[in-house]
């Protein structure tokens, strides 16, 4: 259950940011990266201002990545069938 849960999670995050940058999440006033990754579509932001959203974008990846790996290791730590 707590492995599922690292992974369910992780999708969420993802989730909430796919969510929010559609514009069908979190709205505006309210702090989402989703949202932050939203306000970089222009083509000058994208290419003249990076620190608008690669710090959101690398924070994503951050996250749910780290999020994998302690689901993993909960599993490999977890598993009666591991050898020791």
Do not use: H
């Amino acid at each position: 259950m707590l492995v599922y849960a690292t992974s369910v999670f992780a999708l969420s995050i993802l989730d909430e940011a796919a969510l929010s940058f559609l514009g069908m999440g979190v709205q505006p006033p309210m702090p989402s990266l989703g949202n932050m990754l939203n306000g970089a579509q222009s083509l000058s932001i994208l290419t003249g201002k990076p620190w608008l959203w690669v710090p959101a974008g690398m924070a994503i990846i951050l996250l749910v990545v780290c999020i994998n790996f302690v689901g993993d290791a909960l599993r490999d730590a977890f598993d009666p069938r591991n050898e020791i």
